[in-house]
C-alpha cells in the first residue's frame, strides 16, 4: 500500500483545519469511549485528515521542553522530536474518536520514525498534517500507525510515523516482518556513556511542556490506577533525551522502539555506538528501556541561483 503525508494534497472535504478540543477533554473522551472499542486489524477507521495550517510554535513552551529533555536551550532550531509534541493533540483527536477501533485506554506506543530533511527554524510558521495510515495485525493484538507532517516554504521538512498496539486475543499466529519484536542493538550491549538518575517529578515536567499529562505519567497514585506500581516516564521523553545526548544532524532519519517503560524515580543508564543507542536499567543485564538509530542523511540541494 502506498501512503503519502505531504500536506500539500487537498484535503477531502471532510478534513479538519481547526484545532479541536483541549487533549485533557480528548484523553477524557477516549477513555469513556475505550470499554466499548472492538479492536481489530480489518475494521474501519478515519480516512480524513487534520490539517493544521499557519502554526506557530510557543517560544516558552518550547524552552521548557528543551530543559526537561535536556537539549541545548537558546537554540535556532527545533529539536528533532518537538513536531511530535504539536502533532500529538491532533493524532489523539482521531485516536479518541467513535470510528477509530482501538481503545485509547491501554494503548501502547510501540515505535516512532522520524525524518528532519532541513533545520526548523522556531520562529518561522508550518503546515500540520495528521492522519491514521492504517491498521495491521500484530502477534499481540492490533496496531495503528499515525502519520505527521510539517511542511514550511512549499515543502515537507519532517514526517513521522508511530506505531500504537491495542493488546488484545488474536485468533492465531500472526506473520510479522524479519526482525519485528527486537529491539535494534539488543544482541550485543553497547558501550555505556551515562547513567541518569530520574526524579518522580519528569513525567510532570514533561506533561507541563509537552501538553500530555497522561495520569499514569503523573503520580504514584493515579498510575496505579492502571496496573503501574509507581508513575511511568513518557515513552518520547526517553527516546528525546536519548538524542539530547547522542545528538542529530540537521537532515536525519530517527528509529526508536520502545521496549520497557521507566520507572519513576529510577535510574537508567544511556549507552551508544556509531548511529546506535539504548536506554537500559543499571547493572548487568538491565532491562532494555528504549533501543534506536540515527542516520544521517545528505543535506537538502539548495536551488541554483
Request: charged share 20%; glycine share 10%.
Amino acid at each position: 500500500m502506498t501512503t503519502t503525508t505531504d500536506p500539500s494534497t487537498p484535503p477531502t472535504p471532510s478534513a479538519s483545519r481547526t484545532a479541536g478540543p483541549p487533549l485533557g477533554l480528548l484523553l477524557a473522551r477516549g477513555a469513556l469511549l475505550s470499554p466499548f472499542k472492538r479492536p481489530r486489524a480489518d475494521a474501519g477507521h478515519p480516512r480524513d485528515r487534520i490539517v493544521l495550517p499557519g502554526l506557530r510554535v510557543d517560544l516558552a513552551r518550547l524552552a521548557a521542553y528543551e530543559r526537561v529533555c535536556g537539549f541545548a536551550p537558546g537554540d535556532d532550531g527545533l529539536p528533532v522530536t518537538y513536531p511530535h509534541v504539536l502533532g500529538f493533540p491532533s493524532a489523539v483527536r482521531l485516536m479518541s474518536r467513535r470510528d477509530f477501533p482501538l481503545p485509547l485506554l491501554g494503548l501502547v506506543h510501540t515505535s516512532i520514525d522520524v525524518t528532519r530533511h532541513t533545520a526548523l527554524p522556531a520562529t518561522e510558521p508550518y503546515d500540520l498534517a495528521v492522519h491514521v495510515e492504517g491498521l495491521a495485525p500484530h502477534r499481540r493484538g492490533t496496531e495503528a500507525t499515525v502519520a505527521t507532517a510539517l511542511r514550511s516554504g512549499g515543502q515537507v521538512v519532517w514526517e513521522s510515523r508511530s506505531t500504537y498496539l491495542a493488546r488484545h486475543r488474536t485468533r492465531g499466529p500472526v506473520a510479522e516482518p524479519p526482525g519485528a519484536g527486537r529491539g535494534d542493538a539488543e544482541e550485543v550491549p553497547l558501550p555505556v556513556l551515562d547513567e541518569w538518575r530520574l526524579s518522580g517529578d519528569v513525567g510532570r515536567r514533561y506533561g507541563a511542556a509537552s501538553g500530555d499529562r497522561n495520569p499514569i505519567h503523573l503520580h504514584p497514585l493515579t498510575a496505579r490506577l492502571f496496573g503501574f506500581p509507581r508513575a511511568i516516564a513518557h515513552g518520547m521523553w526517553t527516546v528525546a533525551r536519548c538524542l539530547a545526548a547522542h545528538g542529530t544532524p540537521a537532515a536525519v532519519r530517527v528509529h526508536a522502539g520502545f521496549r520497557a517503560p521507566v520507572l519513576l524515580p529510577g535510574t537508567v543508564v544511556f549507552a551508544a555506538d556509531g548511529d546506535r543507542f539504548t536506554l537500559r536499567g543499571p547493572g548487568e543485564g538491565g532491562r532494555l528501556h528504549v533501543s534506536g538509530r540515527v542516520e544521517r542523511l545528505p543535506a537538502p540541494r539548495r536551488p541554483r541561483a
